[in-house]
C-alpha cells in the first residue's frame, strides 16, 4: 500500500480517503485534472549543510567546529532528536538527518510523505544571489536572456494543446506575492495577489464596469493586459467566495508571511477555483553572520518554515494525494564556516519533495563527499542532480506534460539521472 | 549669490496654492548658455514642443502639478532641466519646512539610539511603559518613511529626490537587518547618499563604503583577516602609533574573512554581475575591506579602520597588484580601481537610463551616457545631463513607456491633486501595501526598476483600488473639496469637467475611448451588462468618482 495514504490516515485524517487512495492506484495517470504543484523558494540560499545534515561525514564536524548540528544520540527517541536536553539532527538513514527545527516534517518522514534531495542544484558556477535565483525560475542556467519562467512555459505549452479544456482558470497558477515571481513570468495568465481577503475592487458597480472597461479599451500592453486578467480573477474569486476560512484537521499556521501564504493556497485548493500551480516564498537564509546551530536564526527560519509547511499538508488533509510541495532555493552555502560564525556563498543545495504519491522516507540524490578533494572549487558542496532533471521529472509525473523540450529548452533529461520521486 | 537665487525662485515648480511662499516672476537667466543643448539637437527631436515638456516633468520630478506644464513652457524645457541639475539653485522652503516637523532626520545615529532606545522587554517591565518606549522607538523607521513621501511630494529640488531615491534603491539597505540599522539609516542617507546624489560618484561610492549602516547591512564590520594569513602586530603599533610602524605577523586564531560586503559591491555597486570580476577577485576585495568597521559599535559610534582586523599580506584585484601592509590603502584602491572601471560606467549609465529613459535604453544612449562618465571621472550630473539632453530621451519611443513604482504611483497622484504633506504614517503605509514598503527591501539589489516586475493582476487591483481611496477622501492631506482645479470645474459641463480631469491628471492625455467612457456616464462596451439594462445612461459620477477613475485608469500608471 502507499505510504501516503496510511499517514495521513494516522495523521488523524478522514478514513474515506484511504478508500478513495487505494482506488485512486487504478486509475490512469491521464487522469490528472486536480493535480496541483506547490512551489516554495527560500530566498537568500539556505545552508542546505545545516538543513538536511551529514553527520555521517567526520568532514562535515571538521569544516563547521561551531555551527554544525550534533549527530543524532543511538539513545535518540524523541521527535525532535532530543537526548538528554541536547538536541542533534532528527534521525533519518543513519547517514543524513533533518535539522531540529524541521520536527514538524518528523511525521512526514515517517510516514512516507517526504522526500529531501541532497546535492542539487544549479549547474552554473555563479554565486550571485539574483542570477541564482533567476536561473532557477527560468529553468535555463547560465542563459541571461531568458524572460519567461519555467511554469510559466508549462502553462503556456500546455495551452496549445488540443485536448486540454479550452476554458483556463484565471487562477490556474497563482503566487501569494506581491510581485509576479519570474518562474510565472510569461504570455500565459497568472495571478499574483499579496492577500486574498484584499482581491476586491472597492467601488460599486458601475464604477466597476467603467474601470474594467478602461482596462479593455486602448492597447494590447502589460497594463491593459493584467487589468482584464484582474478583473475576470475578482469576478471568479466573488462567485467562489473563499471568504471565513477556517483551518481543518486542528492545522495551525504560523502567523507569519510565509504561514499566512500557505494558509491562503489551501483557501484556494478548497475553494475549487482551478489551482493547478501556486507559488510563495520565504526570505532570510542569507546567513553570513551567526548563523546558529541547533538554535539561533537558522533554526528559527526552519521552524517557521517548518510548522507553515506541516499546517499545508495537515489542512489539505486527503487533497494532499493530488498535491506536490517542492521547496526551492538558489544556490547552498560555504561547506566551511566563515570568520563570523556563519556561511559565505556555495554551490549545491537541497530540495525537499512532499506529497501523497511521494517516494518518500528516503534520501534522493547521490551524496559526492566533502573532502577537500570533493569539494567544489575545493570550497563548496559539488552538485550530482541538476535542478531541472528535478523540475522535468515534476511536470511530466505530477503535471502529466508529456513532451518538456519547450518548458527546459537545451536540457536533455537522461533516464538515468531520473530520481523517481513520485 | 543672493540674487540668482531669488531669481531661480521661479523656475521651481510651484502652482499648488498651499504652497504659497513663491510668486510668479519672469524667467530669469537661469543656466549659462553652454550647458544648454544646441539647436541642431533641438530640432531632431520627435516629441512635439508639449510631449517634450511632459517627458521631463515625468522622468525629472515625480509628477506634475497643476500649473507645472504652463511654468516649464514659460522658462523653456532646456533651461528648466538644467535647473534641476544644480539643486543649490532652487530655492527649496517646502522642503525645509517639511524637515522641521521630523526631529530625528537631523540626528546622529548615536544620539538616536540614545533618545529613542530600543524596548528591553527584560528590563521594562510595566506593559504600559514597554508599549510606550516601543511606538516610541518606531518613530526612527517611521519618520523617514513619512519624510522621504513628503519631500518627494514637496520638494521642489524634484530631480534631487527622485536622484535620491534613485540611490537608495542602488545602495539599498533593510531597516529590517537588525537594531543598529535602524538608528543609522537616517544618517545613510542624510550624509552619505544626500550630498552625493548628483556629484562625483567615486565620492559616493566610498562615502557608502563607510556609512556604519552599510558596514552593519553586508557585515563588513565583522570580517577580519583569516587564522594564518599576515596581520599587522598591533603591540608593536600601539607603541609606535604609526601605521607603517607596523610589523607582520601572522593572524591569531579568531575570526575571519566575510565575503558579503566584497561581492556585493562588485556586483550591485559598481561593476555589475558581468563586469568581468572573478570569485578570487571577490575575496581579494574582501580582504582588502578588512578591518572597515563601525568605532564603539554599541554606541553606534563611525567609521573607523583597525589595523588589528585587517588582512595584511599581497592581494592581487582584477589584476591589480596591492602590496602588502598598506591597511587602509587596499580597500581604497580597491573603490579607485572599479570606480573607474568601464563595467562601473557602463552599469551605472544602463540603470540611469533604464530610469530615466525606457526599460530597455536604446545601447547607443548607453554607450554615450557610459562615456560622459568615464570622461568626466564618474560625475553623475554630467551623465544625467547626456541623457537628458540626448535625442533618444525626447524620442516617440521613450514617451510614457516607464509604468509609475508604487511611490512614483502614490506621490505623482498626490502631486497632481496638490495634497498638503500627510505627517501620518498612513501614505507610507499605502506605499508599502502597494509593494513598496520604504527602506524595507531585504536584499541588496533594491527594488525592481522595470515596469514588467510592477505589474500584475494583483497590483492592477491595488493601484485601482488606491485612486478609489484618495477619491474618497481617505488619504490624509488630500482634499478634493478644496482642490483648486475643482473651483473652475463645477460649474462646467460634463464634458469640459472630464477635460478638466483628463488634464489635471493624466496630462491632457487620455485615449479617445477612455475619454468616451468618462465623459458618456454609459459604458459602450457594457451596453448589454445588467446595470446599463434598457440602454439607460447611469447616473453621471460626481467629481471625485471622475478623479477616482481617472487615477485607476492604465494612463495614470505610466509616466
Given at each position: 500500500m502507499k505510504s501516503g495514504a496510511l499517514a495521513l490516515v494516522t495523521m488523524g485524517l478522514s478514513p474515506s480517503f484511504l478508500k478513495r487512495a487505494v482506488y485512486a492506484q487504478g486509475l490512469s495517470r491521464a487522469a490528472l485534472k486536480d493535480k496541483v504543484l506547490i512551489c516554495l523558494f527560500q530566498r537568500g540560499a539556505a545552508d542546505a549543510l545545516n538543513v538536511v545534515?551529514?553527520?555521517?561525514?567526520?568532514e562535515y564536524y571538521r569544516l563547521r567546529p561551531n555551527i554544525a548540528i550534533p549527530a543524532p544520540s543511538i539513545l535518540t527517541a524523541g521527535p525532535a532528536g532530543v537526548r538528554g536536553g541536547a538536541p542533534g539532527a532528527i534521525e533519518l538513514d543513519g547517514f543524513f538527518g533533518l535539522h531540529p527545527s524541521l520536527a514538524p516534517f518528523k511525521n512526514l518522514w515517517d510516514h512516507g510523505l517526504l522526500a529531501p534531495i541532497v546535492a542539487v542544484g544549479s549547474p552554473s558556477a555563479t554565486r550571485s544571489h539574483f542570477d541564482a535565483q533567476d536561473f532557477m525560475e527560468t529553468g535555463t542556467p547560465d542563459v541571461r536572456s531568458t524572460s519567461d519562467g519555467w511554469l510559466n512555459r508549462y502553462l503556456a505549452v500546455k495551452g496549445t494543446c488540443t485536448q486540454c479544456d479550452a476554458q483556463r482558470s484565471p487562477f490556474e497558477a497563482v503566487a501569494l506575492s506581491q510581485q509576479t515571481p519570474r518562474i510565472l513570468e510569461g504570455p500565459a495568465p497568472t495571478v499574483a495577489m499579496a492577500s486574498l481577503a484584499d482581491f476586491s475592487i472597492r467601488a460599486t458597480g458601475t464604477d466597476v464596469q467603467r474601470l474594467e472597461a478602461l482596462y479593455r479599451t486602448g492597447n494590447a500592453d502589460l497594463i491593459h493586459g493584467a487589468g482584464t486578467e484582474t478583473f475576470e480573477a475578482v469576478k471568479m474569486l466573488q462567485s467562489a467566495n473563499p471568504q471565513r476560512y477556517a483551518p481543518e484537521n486542528g492545522a495551525e499556521y504560523p502567523r507569519s508571511p510565509f504561514g499566512r501564504s500557505l494558509l491562503q493556497i489551501a483557501q484556494l485548493i478548497k475553494a475549487d477555483v482551478g489551482l493547478e500551480i501556486a507559488f510563495a516564498d520565504i526570505g532570510g537564509w542569507d546567513t553570513h553572520v551567526n548563523e546558529g546551530s541547533v538554535s539561533g536564526p537558522l533554526a528559527s527560519r526552519l521552524g517557521e518554515f517548518s510548522q507553515a509547511i506541516a499546517a499545508l499538508v495537515i489542512d489539505l488533509g486527503d487533497r494532499m494525494d493530488d498535491v506536490v510541495i517542492l521547496t526551492m532555493s538558489e544556490f547552498g552555502r560555504m561547506a566551511k564556516q566563515n570568520g563570523n560564525g556563519g556561511t559565505d556563498h556555495g554551490h549545491a543545495g537541497a530540495m525537499f519533495v512532499i506529497g501523497g504519491h511521494v517516494r518518500g522516507h528516503k534520501v534522493h540524490g547521490r551524496w559526492p563527499g566533502l573532502a577537500p578533494e570533493q569539494l567544489y572549487e575545493g570550497r563548496d558542496l559539488a552538485l550530482t542532480t541538476d535542478f531541472r532533471s528535478v523540475f522535468n521529472e515534476i511536470v511530466m509525473t505530477q503535471l502529466g506534460a508529456v513532451g518538456t523540450d519547450k518548458v527546459f529548452p537545451g536540457f536533455e533529461a537522461r533516464t538515468e539521472d531520473r530520481l523517481s520521486l513520485l | 549669490m543672493r540674487t540668482p537665487r531669488l531669481l531661480l525662485a521661479a523656475l521651481a515648480l510651484a502652482a499648488c496654492s498651499s504652497n504659497a511662499s513663491r510668486t510668479a516672476m519672469p524667467a530669469a537667466t537661469a543656466a549659462p548658455a553652454q550647458v544648454l543643448p544646441s539647436a541642431e539637437d533641438v530640432a531632431i527631436r520627435e516629441q512635439t514642443a508639449d510631449q517634450q515638456i511632459r517627458q521631463a516633468l515625468a522622468r525629472l520630478t515625480f509628477g506634475a502639478r497643476p500649473g507645472d506644464v504652463e511654468q516649464v513652457r514659460t522658462v523653456g524645457v532646456d533651461r528648466w532641466i538644467a535647473t534641476q541639475l544644480d539643486p543649490a539653485r532652487i530655492d527649496d522652503r517646502a522642503d525645509e519646512r517639511v524637515l522641521t516637523e521630523f526631529p530625528t532626520l537631523a540626528m546622529s545615529s548615536a544620539d538616536l539610539i540614545r533618545d529613542y532606545p530600543p524596548p528591553q522587554p527584560k528590563h521594562d517591565r510595566d506593559s504600559l511603559d514597554l508599549r510606550r518606549i516601543r511606538s516610541r522607538a518606531q518613530r526612527v523607521v517611521l519618520e523617514l518613511q513619512i519624510a522621504k513621501v513628503a519631500r518627494a511630494v514637496n520638494s521642489d529640488r524634484q530631480l534631487q529626490e527622485v536622484m535620491v531615491d534613485f540611490w537608495d534603491n542602488h545602495f539599498n539597505i533593510f531597516a529590517g537587518k537588525g537594531v543598529p540599522e535602524r538608528y543609522m539609516l537616517a544618517s545613510f542617507e542624510r550624509d552619505a547618499i544626500r550630498p552625493n546624489a548628483l556629484g562625483r560618484f567615486r565620492d559616493l561610492l566610498g562615502t557608502v563604503a563607510k556609512s556604519p549602516a552599510m558596514l552593519f547591512y553586508l557585515d563588513n564590520w565583522e570580517s577580519t583577516v583569516e587564522a594564518g594569513r599576515p596581520a599587522f602586530n598591533t603591540a608593536t603599533a600601539m607603541r609606535?602609533?604609526?601605521?607603517?610602524?607596523y610589523r607582520l605577523a601572522p593572524a591569531p586564531r579568531r575570526l575571519g574573512l566575510n565575503e558579503n560586503y566584497g561581492r556585493e559591491l562588485l556586483e550591485l555597486h559598481t561593476l555589475g554581475v558581468d563586469g568581468g570580476y572573478t570569485q578570487a577577485d571577490v575575496i581579494a576585495a574582501a580582504r582588502a575591506f578588512t578591518g572597515w568597521t563601525i568605532d564603539k559599535p554599541r554606541q553606534l559610534g563611525s567609521f573607523v579602520f583597525r589595523p588589528a582586523m585587517h588582512d595584511a599580506g599581497e592581494k592581487v584585484f582584477l589584476g591589480h597588484s596591492l602590496h602588502a601592509g598598506r591597511g587602509i590603502q587596499d580597500g581604497e584602491d580597491v573603490l579607485d580601481i572599479i570606480a573607474r572601471s568601464p563595467a562601473t560606467a557602463h552599469f551605472i549609465a544602463t540603470k540611469l537610463a533604464r530610469r530615466f529613459v525606457s526599460d530597455s535604453p536604446p545601447p547607443a544612449l548607453v554607450d554615450r551616457a557610459a562615456a560622459t562618465f568615464a570622461r568626466t571621472d564618474g560625475d553623475i550630473r554630467e551623465t544625467l545631463r547626456t541623457i537628458f539632453t540626448s535625442p533618444e530621451f525626447f524620442s516617440r519611443a521613450a514617451y510614457k513607456v516607464k509604468v509609475k513604482s508604487p511611490f512614483e504611483l502614490v506621490v505623482s497622484a498626490l502631486r497632481a491633486v496638490c495634497a498638503n504633506p500627510d505627517s501620518t504614517a498612513r501614505t507610507a503605509q499605502i506605499v508599502a501595501r502597494l509593494g513598496e514598503p520604504l527602506?524595507?527591501?531585504?536584499?541588496?539589489?533594491?527594488?525592481?526598476?522595470?515596469?514588467d516586475a510592477w505589474i500584475n493582476t494583483g497590483s492592477i487591483l491595488s493601484r485601482i483600488n488606491f485612486g478609489l481611496l484618495l477619491a474618497a477622501g481617505r488619504v490624509p492631506g488630500v482634499s478634493l473639496s478644496s482642490w483648486e482645479h475643482r473651483q473652475g470645474l463645477d460649474t462646467l459641463s460634463r464634458d469640459a469637467q472630464v477635460d478638466g480631469v483628463i488634464n489635471a491628471i493624466l496630462g491632457g492625455e487620455a485615449s479617445p475611448d477612455s475619454r468616451l467612457l468618462l465623459q458618456s456616464g454609459v459604458n459602450p462596451l457594457l451596453r448589454d451588462a445588467p446595470d446599463s439594462a434598457a440602454g439607460a445612461p447611469m447616473t453621471v459620477p460626481g467629481l471625485e468618482q471622475l478623479v477616482g477613475l481617472a487615477l485607476g485608469a492604465p494612463e495614470f500608471q505610466r509616466r
Open positions: 545534515v551529514p553527520h555521517g561525514e567526520t | 609606535a602609533r604609526r601605521a607603517s610602524a527602506y524595507m527591501h531585504r536584499d541588496p539589489n533594491g527594488y525592481p526598476e522595470t515596469g
